[in-house]
């Protein structure tokens, strides 16, 4: 999966993207990505399965660098192997 970000260019940001299976409930997020880029592949996830993602934004232009609250998660669904061919 691909996940493109399109932030204000307005400060200095990085992002981290956080990524858990949706099922199931209560794991625990894990970074998958920090950093500037604004889009990011994510490899090795099952297929046909359900994951959430959230993504928080990180002020690089304060010291120390802010964090902002993580996005409510966001579902997405891989596609099946079958889907693949």
Request: hydrophobic share 35%; aromatic share 8%.
């Amino acid at each position: 999966m691909t996940f493109v970000i399109t932030p204000p260019r307005t400060r200095s940001l990085e992002y981290e993207l956080h990524l858990r299976m949706a099922t199931p409930r209560g794991q625990d997020y894990e970074r998958m990505y920090t950093g500037a880029e604004t889009s990011f592949v994510v490899s090795g996830l099952e297929p046909n399965t359900e994951y959430e993602l959230a993504l928080a934004a990180i002020d690089t232009s304060t010291a120390p660098h802010l964090t902002g609250f993580m996005t409510c998660g966001v579902r997405a669904r891989t596609r099946s192997r079958r889907d693949e061919l």
